[in-house]
């Protein structure tokens, strides 16, 4: 995990304080900064492993700076294709290969990623992320002149700032800005590279000749690259963090945690998770979440976002990664699995559903309220409210684009950097993407049975994920409006309760972090 800044010396007096104070939460162990051509390079870095010298940043050489946030998982394929068996650090790997090939080598590059390139003859700034916008990073352009930053948080005390209105009103209804927006107007995040070109199509024959294109070999080589020094995985009764678990459980320094919240039996997914664990023979243990929508945890949770997050189970997640921090400094999770591998049911029933919201608010909600009363079970009610409580469901498109980037991996990001552990995804690689892209056409079960694949492995390795429904947990909103002051005004009222909640996050966040015009 780090933190990338970049500002205009003559705007040290804003930047120069507040700025580097957050850049700092997202790298607690190294901290560096330099000027080049007016501007400040800031760069702050939370250390895994190895010497601190190794990827110390900014990179400066005559003709570029270089700054990176992320990881790399295939670095011993990149250094062959550079042919530079004596790197060792990413950062160094990504420089190198960048100096040598240019920008059409980060195609090929494996894993989370935040890249900033300024050239020193030209004067521009050249800005990469990874293909599904794991690591944040956002922009904002004022004629020639650019702030840069790993953290929406920065721009927000700033006088001219304005909010996007369009983009308030998608956070609201959906959880989420779309693709490059921001609630800021003139603030954008920076896009997704594509997966695509020599590069990557050198790493793909890279792994084909490594796994005869077999995806239970190409979740083994991925898994080789993330032996980590005592490491956490979040494990639920599902089949993402299952399939992450099987494959990590070679390694003898990694231990499961499962979530169980005071009052959801219903819901209780522990007991199913501490089977996958014994039958990996990983060690397990239940973390325990009580009331986490008291004011003073809301508040807290909400002023370590590096951006509003529209998901009201970010207060469990924070808890219960903070609990996790006093051990572990990197935590695996089964994130990305479902955008990958198909595995919403909306993707398979995606007609109904796009019928279902095209039907007017007021009829659906409707439709809502007659159906709670009737509906007993909680995760179906839930359900319920997510099918009935958007104007519009989101496609598979949609989801890679906005829904993954801007929010699932937005509220890891936040409540990871902020507790000193850096959080991993791997089943977000573009190995995987790539191999079922291109293969689930052919696999016609997969519409009866989502995420097949995926089972069969888990099956023959004796773990049966196929007759047990993954129910997930659901939120005690009720709990939530009677702990915390609610905005009460006639704009909110016609709105869920997800997305009365979401109008209550969006305003905390902006209130705590310096927003200084009305809301």
């Given amino acids: 995990m780090c933190g990338i800044l970049i500002f205009r010396e003559d705007n040290s007096d804003f930047f120069g304080n507040k700025g580097i104070e957050i850049i700092k939460q997202r790298g607690p162990d190294q901290f560096n900064k330099i000027t080049v051509d007016g501007y400040v390079f800031c760069h702050s870095r939370l250390i895994l492993s190895g010497d601190a010298k190794d990827g110390c940043q900014p990179i400066k050489n005559n003709d570029y700076v270089f700054l990176f946030n992320g990881e790399i998982y295939n670095t011993e394929y990149l250094k062959i294709l550079i042919g530079r068996n004596d790197l060792v650090s990413d950062t160094s790997i990504l420089f190198e290969g960048f100096l040598k090939f240019g920008v059409s080598f980060f195609s090929g590059c494996d894993g989370p990623f935040a890249i900033v390139v300024y050239d020193r003859k030209s004067k521009e700034f050249l800005l990469f992320r990874d293909h599904l916008g794991e690591k944040p990073l956002f922009y904002r352009q004022c004629d020639k002149n650019y702030v840069i930053s790993s953290d929406l948080r920065v721009f927000s005390g700033l006088e001219s700032i304005e909010l996007n209105e369009n983009s308030v009103s998608s956070f609201i209804e959906n959880g989420f800005c779309r693709k490059e927006e921001t609630i800021f107007s003139h603030i954008f995040r920076v896009s997704p590279i594509i997966p695509d070109g020599f590069f990557y199509q050198s790493y793909e024959s890279f792994v084909k000749s490594s796994c005869s294109n077999s995806l239970s070999a190409r979740l083994k080589l991925l898994s080789g690259n993330a032996d980590y020094e005592n490491s956490a995985i979040l494990l639920s009764s599902g089949v993402d963090s299952s399939i992450v678990a099987l494959y990590l459980s070679a390694f003898s320094n990694i231990k499961a945690y499962s979530?169980?919240?005071?009052?959801?039996?219903?819901?209780?997914?522990?007991?199913?998770?501490?089977?996958?664990?014994?039958?990996?023979?990983?060690?397990?243990?239940?973390?325990?979440?009580?009331?986490?929508?008291?004011?003073?945890?809301?508040?807290?949770?909400?002023?370590?976002?590096?951006?509003?997050?529209?998901?009201?189970?970010?207060?469990?997640?924070?808890?219960?990664?903070?609990?996790?921090?006093?051990?572990?400094?990197?935590?695996?999770?089964?994130?990305?699995?479902?955008?990958?591998?198909?595995?919403?049911?909306?993707?398979?029933?995606?007609?109904?559903?796009?019928?279902?919201?095209?039907?007017?608010?007021?009829?659906?909600?409707?439709?809502?309220?007659?159906?709670?009363?009737?509906?007993?079970?909680?995760?179906?009610?839930?359900?319920?409210?997510?099918?009935?409580?958007?104007?519009?469901?989101?496609?598979?498109?949609d989801d890679r684009s906005s829904y993954l980037p801007n929010q699932l991996f937005s509220s890891f990001d936040s409540i990871t950097f902020i507790n000193g552990v850096e959080a991993r995804a791997p089943l977000t690689s573009i190995m995987l993407r790539s191999f079922w892209v291109k293969n689930k056409i052919k696999d016609i079960l997969h519409y009866i049975v989502l995420k097949l694949p995926l089972k069969m492995i888990l099956f023959k390795s004796g773990i049966n994920t196929f007759f047990k429904k993954k129910r997930g947990f659901t939120n005690n909103y009720e709990m939530f409006f009677n702990d915390n002051k609610f905005i009460n005004s006639k704009d909110v009222k016609n709105l869920t309760e997800v997305q009365r909640i979401r109008a209550y996050i969006i305003e905390q966040w902006l209130k705590q972090n310096g927003y200084r015009k009305n809301l």
């Fill in 259 to 397: 979530l169980k919240i005071s009052g959801d039996s219903y819901n209780d997914e522990t007991e199913m998770a501490r089977k996958t664990a014994e039958k990996l023979k990983i060690p397990f243990e239940v973390i325990n979440i009580d009331n986490v929508y008291n004011e003073k945890t809301v508040k807290e949770t909400i002023s370590c976002l590096s951006e509003p997050v529209g998901d009201p189970g970010i207060f469990n997640q924070y808890e219960c990664i903070k609990k996790i921090s006093k051990n572990h400094k990197v935590v695996f999770v089964g994130t990305g699995g479902d955008e990958i591998f198909c595995g919403y049911e909306r993707y398979r029933f995606g007609f109904f559903i796009t019928l279902m919201s095209k039907l007017p608010f007021d009829m659906r909600q409707l439709i809502l309220k007659i159906s709670i009363k009737i509906v007993k079970a909680p995760l179906l009610r839930e359900r319920l409210r997510k099918l009935l409580g958007f104007s519009k469901v989101t496609d598979i498109v």
